[in-house]
Each structure stands twice: as structure tokens, then as C-alpha cells.
T-cell receptor, first 115, second 113 residues
Framework: DAMVIQNPRYQVTQFGKPVTLSCSQT?????MYWYQQKSSQAPKLLFH???????NEADTPDNFQSRRPNTSFCFLDIRSPGLGDAAMYLC??????????????FGEGSWLTVV | KQEVTQIPAALSVPEGENLVLNCSFT??????LQWFRQDPGKGLTSLLL?????REQTSGRLNASLDKSSGRSTLYIAASQPGDSATYLC????????????FGGGTRVLVKP
């Protein structure tokens, strides 16, 4: 059974129209991550939550925001999508941090197309 | 800044041959290294996790080694099968709180029947 679930799997949005991607997990992990992966490129970390603490990567555009209302759910909001934001967005979870050496689990990804 | 490189970028082998995938990283201050598999259009599936204190991990036909001091890891897949065709990514966990996971560009593998 899927442990990290992303919805929708495929999203088409218009240029500049806000879009929200969701992620839920059944693992009760306290850390949740959002990555952006463009075609044939490595996933790039946008931000992560450690419990309720939000950690933004320095080079993540302001256009990208996130919410984590509870342990199980995390949302990625793109306020004004541009053509360059078309990508697959991956949600991931882990227990603790890297210092505890735990495996990171990824969802199936959400494909975003901007038209 | 941590940088992760995977060579080769693509690999094509006949079925039954052993696969050797290489991963190198520039900063040896890592907590662990994880190998993932990614099928086209799909998310990442974790294959093996090697802690920084370990030298290797094995799971079935997969064996991964880690030489932290030289910044290298190798993934071996024995007796390859067409179902092994996918992109394989390595990622190192690092940073002050270990919350940064930096990926290599991946090796795209094709196993021909």
C-alpha cells in the first residue's frame, strides 16, 4: 500500500493561475519534503518541515509556498505559475533527520503542466 | 557546497550482464547515502541506504559500497534483467541537521533481452 500519496498525479494550470498540490503520509513521519524535478534532471529540494518548523532553501523562489496543517498532510502552493515551473513535484517523508540516518520515502509525484 | 556526480549518464547492457553504477560526492561530511530507482514518469523507490559508518549494504541482487573518505559509492546489480531498466539515482544526506538530500543526475539503464 502506498505510504506517501500525492494528489493530483497530473495537473494542468494556466499561466499565472494559483495551483495547490497535496501530499499525505501514513508513516507518521515528522519530516516532510518537497522536491522539484525537471525533465532529465536531479530532484531539487524546495523546502522541508521538521514537525511544524518550516525550512526554506535559499534559492527557492517566493512563488512557492507550503503549508502543513497536521502531521499527515503537506501542501505545495504555487502562487503564480510560470512556464518554467512545469515539472514533476515530489513529496518525501522521513523519521527524524539525517542525524538519525533514516530512509527517505517518496511519493509517486505530481506532474504540473503550465499552459 | 555538496555536489554529486553519477557516471555514466546512460548504460545499455545485454540481459544477464552485471551492472556497475558509480556515484561520487565532493564533501565527505555525510550522514548516509541512498540509492533510488526511478521508472519513467514515476516517483523514487528506495533501494539501499548506507550509513556513513558502513562500507556496504546488500539486498538480493543489489550490493552498494561506500568509501566515504574518497567520496565514492558503487551500486552493483548482478545478473541484470529487462525489468531492471530504469534510472538509478544516488543521494547523500548532509547539512547541519542532516536535512539536506542532494542527488546526482542519475544513470539511465537499459537492459536488452
Amino acid at each position: 500500500d502506498a505510504m506517501v500519496i500525492q494528489n493530483p498525479r497530473y495537473q494542468v494550470t494556466q499561466f499565472g493561475k494559483p495551483v495547490t498540490l497535496s501530499c499525505s503520509q501514513t508513516l507518521n513521519h515528522n519530516v516532510m519534503y518537497w522536491y522539484q524535478q525537471k525533465s532529465s534532471q536531479a530532484p531539487k529540494l524546495l523546502f522541508h518541515y521538521y514537525d511544524k518548523d518550516f525550512n526554506n532553501e535559499a534559492d527557492t523562489p517566493d512563488n512557492f509556498q507550503s503549508r502543513r496543517p497536521n502531521t499527515s498532510f503537506c501542501f505545495l502552493d504555487i502562487r503564480s505559475p510560470g512556464l518554467g515551473d512545469a515539472a514533476m513535484y515530489l513529496c518525501a517523508t522521513s523519521r527524524g533527520t539525517g542525524t538519525s540516518g533514516n530512509t527517505i520515502y517518496f511519493g509517486e509525484g505530481s506532474w504540473l503542466t503550465v499552459v | 557546497k555538496q555536489e554529486v556526480t553519477q557516471i555514466p549518464a546512460a548504460l545499455s547492457v545485454p540481459e544477464g550482464e552485471n551492472l556497475v553504477l558509480n556515484c561520487s560526492f565532493t564533501d565527505s561530511a555525510i550522514y548516509n547515502l541512498q540509492w533510488f530507482r526511478q521508472d519513467p514518469g514515476k516517483g523514487l523507490t528506495s533501494l539501499l541506504l548506507i550509513q556513513s559508518s558502513q562500507r556496504e549494504q546488500t539486498s538480493g541482487r543489489l550490493n552498494a559500497s561506500l568509501d566515504k573518505s574518497s567520496g565514492r559509492s558503487t551500486l552493483y546489480i548482478a545478473a541484470s534483467q529487462p525489468g531492471d531498466s530504469a534510472t538509478y539515482l544516488c543521494a547523500v544526506r548532509h547539512g547541519a541537521a542532516g536535512n539536506k538530500l542532494t542527488f546526482g543526475g542519475g544513470t539511465r539503464v537499459l537492459v536488452k533481452p
